[in-house]
Each structure stands twice: as structure tokens, then as C-alpha cells.
């Protein structure tokens, strides 16, 4: 069946430095590719997201990239800040518009 | 433009009752997503309501169900509530056809005791 796996489950990094985390997909249908942020007791906001006909994407300090053949995808974060401190989500799309998602990676920024 | 609201912010139950939990689309919006995320965990996809139908539903027993309306909101009803069901319910609303991105309400933390 569809599956997303994402790694590492935690990550704590000093602030300042980069933090990056990895996705691997198993439908090679899919063709999009969202990362979500959930704040302590917040919702989950799409903070950037990719299609499979483009192999990076940027916004200030966050880029996504994309290997199709791989089919793996990735979130890089730089210059880290405490509010970078959250729970992120990855998601492949599935069939009929559905997201598959990955388990979530616990992001610690240490002052 | 306003954002995917839900009612209760908080639900206490005790375990053999009914929950119903409810979801108000981003105007626009056609389907409807519910995902159940308990503590501290990821999210598990429940239900899909599209133009009113159910479109597709996670794994998870029958007493988890719900239905959409006609205005494109949703409630999602939990029956004979165990301990386990504790967690925090999300809505999530999509626009419609050729669009993946999906949207997220608050939730609602429900408790069973």
C-alpha cells in the first residue's frame, strides 16, 4: 500500500545551526509533496510544499527538495531559531487527492 | 477570508457514550478531512467526506462515522467511547478537484473517562 516513512523521529539542533529531514514515498504516482508544522497545542500549517515537476523550492529559510527516481524528499531548515521548535509533518499525495502521511519529526532548537 | 473552524474546543465524555464533534469548512471548500491525533503522536486519517458523500475512510471500527451537509460542514460522531479514544480530532478542508492542499481547523481534545 501507500506509504511515507520520515526520519529521524527527533532532532535537536543549536540554534543557529541547519536542520534537515528526510521523507522516502512509495507510490510513484505521486506528485505532490507538502510539509506541515504543528506548534505545542497549535494545528498543523502547510509551511511549504513541492510538485513533481520541480526539483527544489525556497522560502527564506526553508527549501524543499525533491528525487523522483529516489523518491525521497526533504525540509532544510537554516539558520535555526526557537520558534523553528515544533512537530513536522511530511505528506506524499495519493490517489484521488488524498495525502499520505509521514509519523513526524520532533524539532528541538537548544539555545 | 476565515479559516477551517471547530466546535467543542474540548469534549468530556465517559466511556460508553457518544461523541459528536463538528467541522466548518473554509467557504469555498468541498471536501473534508477528519484525522484523530493522540497525544504526542501523528496524524491518523479517518474519514473523507466529498460533495456530500463519504469518500473514503481509515482503518478504523465502524462506531467512528459521520456525515456531511449540504453547506459543506461535517460532524464526526464517535459511539460506545473507550478510554483510548482520547485525543485531539482534526478537521481538515480542502477546495475541491486539481487542488491537494488541505487546510486545518484547531480540533478538538477529546477526553474520555
Same mark, same amino acid.
Given at each position: 500500500?501507500?506509504?511515507? =516513512? #520520515?526520519h529521524?523521529s527527533?532532532?535537536?539542533?543549536?540554534? %543557529?545551526?541547519?536542520?534537515?529531514i528526510?521523507?522516502?514515498?512509495?507510490?510513484s504516482?505521486?506528485n505532490?509533496?507538502?510539509?506541515?508544522k #504543528?506548534e505545542?497545542?497549535?494545528?498543523?500549517?502547510?509551511?511549504?510544499?513541492?510538485r513533481?515537476?520541480?526539483?527544489?523550492?525556497k522560502?527564506q529559510?526553508?527549501?524543499? &527538495?525533491l528525487?523522483?527516481?529516489a523518491?525521497?524528499?526533504?525540509?532544510?531548515?537554516? =539558520?535555526t531559531?526557537? =520558534?523553528?521548535?515544533?512537530?513536522?509533518?511530511?505528506?506524499?499525495? %495519493?490517489?484521488?487527492y488524498q495525502?499520505i502521511?509521514?509519523? %513526524? &519529526?520532533?524539532?528541538?532548537?537548544?539555545? | 477570508e476565515?479559516g477551517?473552524?471547530q466546535? $467543542? @474546543?474540548?469534549?468530556?465524555? @465517559?466511556r460508553?457514550q /457518544?461523541?459528536t464533534? !463538528?467541522c466548518?469548512?473554509?467557504? *469555498?471548500?468541498?471536501?473534508? +478531512?477528519?484525522?484523530? /491525533?493522540?497525544l *504526542?503522536?501523528?496524524? /491518523?486519517?479517518?474519514l473523507w467526506?466529498?460533495e456530500?458523500?463519504?469518500?473514503? !475512510? *481509515?482503518?478504523?471500527?465502524p !462506531?467512528?462515522s459521520? !456525515? /456531511?451537509f449540504p453547506? +459543506?460542514s461535517?460532524e464526526?460522531?464517535?459511539?460506545?467511547l473507550e478510554l483510548e479514544d482520547s485525543?485531539?480530532y482534526?478537521?481538515?478542508?480542502?477546495?475541491?478537484?486539481g487542488?491537494y492542499?488541505q +487546510?486545518?481547523g $484547531?480540533?478538538?481534545r477529546?477526553t474520555?473517562?
Amino acid at each position: 500500500g501507500e506509504n511515507v =516513512e #520520515q526520519h529521524p523521529s527527533t532532532l535537536s539542533v543549536q540554534e %543557529g545551526d541547519s536542520a534537515v529531514i528526510k521523507c522516502t514515498y512509495s507510490d510513484s504516482a505521486s506528485n505532490y509533496f507538502p510539509w506541515y508544522k #504543528q506548534e505545542l497545542g497549535k494545528r498543523p500549517q502547510l509551511i511549504i510544499d513541492i510538485r513533481s515537476n520541480v526539483g527544489e523550492k525556497k522560502d527564506q529559510r526553508i527549501a524543499v &527538495t525533491l528525487n523522483k527516481t529516489a523518491k525521497h524528499f526533504s525540509l532544510h531548515i537554516t =539558520e535555526t531559531q526557537p =520558534e523553528d521548535s515544533a512537530v513536522y509533518f511530511c505528506a506524499a499525495s %495519493g490517489s484521488n487527492y488524498q495525502l499520505i502521511w509521514g509519523a %513526524g &519529526t520532533k524539532l528541538i532548537i537548544k539555545p | 477570508e476565515a479559516g477551517v473552524t471547530q466546535s $467543542p @474546543t474540548h469534549l468530556i465524555k @465517559t466511556r460508553g457514550q /457518544q461523541a459528536t464533534l !463538528r467541522c466548518s469548512p473554509i467557504s *469555498g471548500h468541498t471536501s473534508v +478531512y477528519w484525522y484523530q /491525533q493522540a497525544l *504526542g503522536l501523528g496524524l /491518523q486519517f479517518l474519514l473523507w467526506y466529498d460533495e456530500g458523500e463519504e469518500r473514503n !475512510r *481509515g482503518n478504523f471500527p465502524p !462506531r467512528f462515522s459521520g !456525515r /456531511q451537509f449540504p453547506n +459543506y460542514s461535517s460532524e464526526l460522531n464517535v459511539n460506545a467511547l473507550e478510554l483510548e479514544d482520547s485525543a485531539l480530532y482534526l478537521c481538515a478542508s480542502r477546495i475541491g478537484l486539481g487542488h491537494y492542499e488541505q +487546510y486545518f481547523g $484547531p480540533g478538538t481534545r477529546l477526553t474520555v473517562t
